[in-house]
């Protein structure tokens, strides 16, 4: 062969024969006990009617929806997220190739359309679909189901940051010169724009309306460019004009924000949150997503997605969804200190379930300094026949009123306030009564407790249930199996950033991270020999 053959574009041209040696059945080459095997009989036991729903039709030469989601679970399963990869494998690797089953090889800007236009629909009743095949197939206790929650960055820039409380103040400082440019104009032209006491937008529509109709009736031609004088209405007007496009657009920014305190301008469903990576070392805030996990046998049953920072308001969402999606209702719920609050124990309480939340003064009830704190609640005598405590000076605080406050998801709580009959010279008062935020000097000061005795009700009743074997077994559990579940994203998985924008997107990759982390569990139990157990 000569050397300049080995330039020409067909590399096979001129090459010398070659017989092939391979298998023509692929199976063969696949190990019996390999992932994939596993993987393509549980979508094949899956009722993926719903994804089929997603197109309107199905070529007859192209990949069926089932052996695309085939595909990308197994390449999110070897932690191969991007598309053009999972386009480069199904031509190269054996396993794809197993997996296509004789379909032509789809190409990048297929999968990544199946991934954003149909999986993401029905990502959640996929998700439930794997979750009761494992609950069918005895791999899930249902139980006792273990809560917990963490942060992922967004896909968005670091500093694309709109603040709530800046569009606020900006907003107030253009409404407040919108009402000095109306009164010059109702001085000037001798008339009334404004109503009421407070200046609104349709107050600025009304007055470019009045300017415009100024215009036409005194025949005012507006003149551009150097040398030309413009008249007051054509000045009025386009200020109007400026201050209109303003408001409009602190408008739609606090319609973006929502009840959020902020948002990215590149992904509008990201909340700005401070997150453990922090490569500069000074705290700075990231877009990200509240990613909740609920894990029973090690297994992800159910997840949401969320723009909270903190854990508190996603308990109750997190539960009517998964009770929705589900033939069967968990009795214990596990989860940290971060959901501790009234709403959460009543919910859960009415729901016919039991609470095992740790308690957020748990781990300080136990110190010398709470116990010796004369001020709190806890070391005071309380009698419930005549319901007043009693101070650490022999003094009663005695019910005064009920304090109603409502909370950012809505429910009312209830306080009961209790005053002190007599704290003047008391020699305990500055032990007693913190300094805070008051202006009263302290001497003028008395003792005030608010009590919420659901709360506290609830609480006991909590503690008590987690003081037991069961409990402390379930609180050991619950930091093995969920805390788990996110090392195994995050470490082992290598996924510490959101591939994709807007949170139905970002919901569908965390479901596929999801049923590749329980496939591959799945997988190490069977191979392990440690299938039906549920809690260490």
């Known amino acids: 062969m000569q050397k300049q053959n080995i330039l020409q574009k067909n590399y096979t041209k001129y090459q010398r024969a070659i017989q092939v040696k391979l298998p023509f059945d692929i199976e063969k080459i696949i190990p019996e006990d390999d992932s994939v095997v596993l993987l393509s009989r549980i979508v094949e036991e899956m009722n993926l009617s719903d994804l089929y729903s997603t197109y309107q039709r199905i070529r007859e030469n192209s990949v069926s929806p089932e052996t695309l ?56 009743k996929i998700m439930a679909e794997l979750s009761m095949l494992l609950y069918d197939v005895k791999e899930i206790s249902a139980q006792a189901l273990f809560i917990d929650g963490t942060k992922i960055e967004a896909s968005s820039n670091k500093y694309t940051f709109v603040w709530k409380k800046s569009i606020t103040k900006y907003q107030q400082k253009v409404f407040d010169k919108v009402t000095s440019l109306i009164l010059e104009c109702e001085e000037l032209y001798n008339f009334k724009i404004v109503r009421g006491s407070k200046v609104q937008v349709k107050d600025v529509k009304k007055l470019r309306k009045r ?40 408008a739609k920014k606090l319609h973006t924000c929502g009840q959020r305190n902020s948002y990215s301008k590149t992904d509008t469903d990201a909340t700005f949150m401070r997150l453990k990576e ?16 609920g894990v029973d046998s090690e297994y992800i049953v159910w997840l949401t997605i969320g723009h909270e920072p903190t854990d508190t308001t996603t308990l109750v969402p997190f539960l009517k969804g998964l009770e929705n999606s589900m033939n069967f209702k968990y009795e214990k719920i596990v989860a940290d200190a971060g959901y501790e609050s009234e709403e959460n124990y009543v919910f859960i309480k009415e729901n016919n379930q039991k609470s095992y939340i740790k308690p957020s003064n748990y781990e300080i009830s136990k110190t010398r300094k709470f116990k010796n704190d004369i001020g709190r609640m806890e070391n005071m005598e309380y009698n419930t026949e005549e319901d007043f405590y009693i101070c650490h000076n022999n003094k009663k605080l005695n019910f005064n009123r009920i304090y109603k406050s409502k909370s950012k998801t809505g429910y009312v709580s209830e306080k009961s306030v209790y005053t002190c009959e007599g704290c003047e010279n008391c020699p305990h008062k500055k032990e007693c009564i913190k300094e805070g935020t008051s202006k009263k000097p302290l001497e003028e000061r008395s003792k005030t407790l608010y009590v919420a005795k659901t709360f506290i009700k609830n609480r006991a009743e909590n503690l008590e249930r987690l003081k037991t074997d069961e409990g402390c077994n379930l609180r050991v559990n619950r930091s093995i199996q969920v805390e788990g579940s996110f090392g195994e994203l995050k470490r082992n998985m290598n996924f510490k950033r959101y591939l994709c924008r807007g949170k139905k997107n970002v919901l569908a990759e965390s479901i596929l991270l999801a049923l590749a982390h329980n496939v591959n569990k799945l997988h190490n139990k069977i191979q392990g020999n440690k299938v039906g157990h549920h809690l260490y």
């Open 278 to 293: 922090d490569h500069m070392q000074n705290g700075q805030l990231k877009p990200a997503y509240n990613l909740q996990h």
């Open 69 to 124: 989601l085939k595909i990308v679970l197994y390449s999110y399963m070897c932690r191969d997220y991007s598309s053009r990869s999972i386009e480069r494998n199904c031509n190269r690797d054996i396993n794809y190739m197993y997996l296509l089953d004789g379909s032509p090889a789809p190409d990048h800007s297929t999968i990544a359309r199946f991934r954003s236009k149909h999986f993401a629909p029905c990502a959640e």
């Open 211 to 250: 300017l415009h109709a100024l215009k036409v009736t005194q025949n005012i031609e507006f003149v551009y460019g150097c040398g030309k004088r413009k008249t007051s209405i054509q000045k009025h007007i386009e200020q109007v004009e400026i201050y209109l496009k303003k408001l409009k657009g602190y």
